[in-house]
């Protein structure tokens, strides 16, 4: 379970405050206009960016001060997921050991990954020789390597055409399902959220609100919501 | 940013280098210091040699700029075949051995050289190379192309946008130099100006192979003067000091009046320009941009052509010079690469601004000290246990490092930062920290800049008549000053062919550790 408490970031003059839970094994989106701290919230959830005030809490336990590397959590960018000088499987592989010394059973869960992600042969191919959503795969194929409770995906699919976007939404939430993972999902598109989160977070006016269930707030949408769906 | 581990394999190498670079520079200078004997002893030659290094670096400077303001405006509004190469060939001076550039000088300028025939056939008296006038020369040779450079970036900063707009509004040439070239020369000139001038207040080389004698003595000659003929380590350290100061107060100006970066980016762009259209103009820059082009290149063609006649007549002496220049530059380039990597990574990974600094000035600390004063402070420091003749190839290329690391933190320190910005997230959330972090993420993003940083590095020390000359054995020169010997001794075509080598090897270790670092370069 993630915990949110009394939580306040500031930058400059942009303030933001959150304080909810997130249940273990939810899928919730986090929506709302640009610029209005989606990211910044993951940013701090991630340990990139520390709050003035308040608590990130995984089950209880207090991670307000873990570095990036250490929470329990694996998180993807909106770009430059992945190292364009390593392989596919050395990028997955990083997931395992930074210094990519390798056990026999860490290559084979490596490629285990990579296989459930639909990459089979394609292991030793470099970014750039690996289309969009491809790379997208290797990027997931890591996620599940660490085996992090909680995944945080930031606009993750956002440079994808309409029909990959859907296909990796779905092989994000088979995979969160299968592993039993939290996830937390920024995104602009209330599509996505209604594809495969349960619930949804709106942040908007300097709040994060506390997740409610995505069809209903859909249905019903508050005025700021309203304001930003147009 | 919440608490991170401290990468300390990050900072202590840097810390370490920092601390090097500090000790060579400021500890050869206390050294020397120590040696001195009171500014009473400084004598009217000496002042002589303070006077001359202010006037022919002030010369050096005001000329090279004011020739390259024209030129670089001819290159900025004209296209033509050629010109892409011609800006290349713009950059290769600083990569130049001086003792080659100084060849090919005085195959063109010089008693013997092509102008003199030529002045001679028409009745005009010989031109004088040897005193302030062809420091001068010598001077503007390599500094042109670079004044050239800092101002052409100038003109590529005015977005073509302006252009179009004063093409819009019917500006004439005039219009267009008072609108919207001279605010970009007073930004980009001083700087231009200063650079050129701080450059030139080391010149060692030059000024031993055109200058000496009372009137023509740069302080960085006086040392080597002082040092070589007399022994007389008091007047040699005295001298340091005084180089030192020189240095300081110019490095201090120039980073007073904001130096342009010296990058190639953008300078291949050019920008219709509708002001500059009449057939008049159009002359005026062609020729403006041919007489450029043929004195950087005439000397160089003069070295090539004398240098494949002398060829055959090569000493064996030269061959094992060069096989000498070749270690020497491959450890310089080495040490250069260990230093600045590890200055840039603990830049990178320092929190507080004030030790970031600290680093950065230390690095930059290079640019205001001399090499020929760090040789003497290294041989004060050292000749009471080791005779430093005997050590004096290492010593150069230690020299020869700490010259190009300026160099090499201005390409480095702002790759590292840009790998940071952006894979330092990614790296930080997967916990590549540390080893793992140098080895997998900066080495591999890295090569391309080191590649360049080591090829310069390896350059500039293949061609440096520096350091070496104060403590070199007969026995064991490097190339250059085997070079300089030969032309000593007036051997013209065996030092005509050694200045081939030299300049062929000095290109070659360049073009070989930046094509290096950018072959197969992933994205």
């Not at chain 1, 209330?190 to 859909?218: C, H, M, N, S």
């Not at chain 2, 900072?11 to 601390?19: D, E, K, N, S």
């Not at chain 2, 107060?249 to 009449?278: F, I, S, Y």
Request: overall charge neutral.
């Amino acid at each position: 379970m993630l915990t949110v408490d009394g939580l306040e970031i500031r930058q400059d003059d942009f303030r933001l405050t959150a304080d909810f839970t997130v249940p273990t094994g939810a899928i919730v989106a986090v929506i709302g206009p640009s610029g209005a701290g989606k990211s910044t919230l993951l940013s701090v959830i991630s340990g990139f960016f520390a709050p003035v005030a308040g608590q990130v809490l995984w089950d209880d336990r207090d991670i307000t001060k873990a570095a990036p590397g250490e929470r329990p959590l694996s998180i993807v960018f909106q770009d430059n997921n992945l190292f364009p000088h390593l392989t596919a499987l050395q990028n997955v592989a990083l997931g395992i050991s930074p210094s990519l010394r390798l056990a026999d059973a860490d290559k084979g869960k490596v490629r285990t990954a990579l296989d459930r992600v639909g990459l089979q042969g394609l292991e030793d191919r470099k970014p750039a020789a690996l289309s969009g959503g491809q790379q997208s795969r290797v990027t997931l194929a890591r996620v599940l390597v660490r085996g992090k409770p909680l995944i945080l995906l930031d606009e993750p699919f956002a440079a994808l055409g309409p029909a990959l976007r859907v296909e990796m939404l779905d092989l994000v939430a088979e995979l969160a399902r299968a592993e039993r993972a939290t996830v937390l999902m920024v995104t602009h598109n209330p599509e996505d959220a209604l594809r495969i989160a349960d619930q949804t977070i709106v942040v908007a006016d300097g709040v994060a609100a506390a997740p409610v269930p995505t069809k209903e707030l859909f249905d019903n949408p508050p005025d700021h919501l309203r304001d930003y769906l147009g | 940013m919440a608490e991170r581990a401290q990468p300390l394999i990050r900072l202590w190498p840097g810390v370490g280098a920092a601390l090097l670079v500090a000790a060579l520079t400021l500890g050869t200078l206390a050294a020397v210091a120590l040696r001195a004997e009171g500014w009473a002893g400084l004598t009217g030659s000496d002042w002589a040699a303070v006077r001359f290094t202010l006037l022919q670096a002030l010369l050096s400077a005001a000329i090279s700029t004011a020739l390259a303001v024209p030129v670089a405006r001819a290159l900025a509004r004209r296209r033509f075949a050629g010109r892409a190469a011609l800006i290349t060939i713009l950059g290769a001076p600083f990569i130049l051995p001086v003792i080659v550039a100084v060849f090919g000088l005085l195959a063109v300028f010089g008693r013997n050289g092509l102008v003199s025939h030529l002045f001679e056939t028409v009745g005009l008296p010989q031109i004088q190379i040897y005193g302030l006038h062809g420091v001068v020369l010598a001077h503007v040779f390599f500094n042109l192309p670079l004044a050239t450079r800092l101002i052409l970036q100038g003109w590529s900063s005015i977005p073509a946008e302006r252009f179009r707009l004063a093409g819009s509004l019917g500006f004439t040439t005039g219009d267009v130099a008072r609108v919207l070239e001279r605010p970009m020369l007073k930004a980009t000139v001083p700087g231009a100006f200063m650079v050129i001038f701080l450059i030139c207040t080391t010149s060692f080389a030059v000024a031993l192979a055109l200058g000496g004698g009372p009137k023509a003595t740069t302080v960085e000659l006086a040392i080597y003067q002082a040092f070589r003929f007399e022994f007389d380590l008091a007047s040699a350290a005295l001298l340091g000091l005084l180089q030192f100061a020189i240095c300081a107060v110019a490095a201090a100006v120039a980073m007073w009046v904001q130096v342009p970066e010296v990058g190639g980016a953008g300078l291949d762009r050019t920008v219709e320009r509708w002001d500059a259209r009449g057939i008049a103009l159009r002359w005026l820059d062609a020729g403006l941009i041919l007489s450029a082009a043929l004195f950087l290149l005439v000397p160089l063609g003069m070295v090539a052509l004398d240098g494949v006649r002398g060829l055959p007549r090569l000493p064996a002496s030269v061959g094992s010079a060069a096989a000498r220049s070749v270690v020497v530059a491959l450890c310089a380039a080495g040490l250069t690469v260990v230093l600045s990597l590890a200055l840039s990574f603990a830049i990178a990974a320092m929190r507080g601004t004030l030790a970031k600094r600290m680093l950065e000035g230390v690095g930059y600390l290079a640019i205001s000290a001399s090499p020929l004063v760090v040789g003497t402070g290294l041989f004060i420091l050292i000749y009471p246990y080791v005779d430093p003749v005997s050590i004096a190839l290492p010593i150069t290329a230690l020299v020869n490092a700490l010259m190009s690391l300026p160099f090499a933190l201005r390409i480095l320190v702002p790759a590292v930062a840009q790998v940071d910005r952006q894979f330092g997230q990614l790296a930080d959330s997967l916990s590549l920290l540390g080893w793992a972090r140098i080895r997998h993420l900066y080495l591999p993003r890295l090569r391309g800049p080191v590649g360049f940083a080591a090829g310069l590095a390896a350059a500039l020390s293949m061609g440096d008549l520096g350091v070496v000359a104060l403590f070199a054995d007969p026995q064991a020169a490097t190339l250059p000053l085997q070079m300089y010997r030969l032309m000593a001794a007036y051997q013209t075509e065996a030092a005509a062919a050694a200045g081939l080598l030299l300049l062929a090897l000095s290109l070659a270790l360049f073009w070989l550790f930046d094509r290096g670092g950018r072959i197969n370069a992933d994205g």
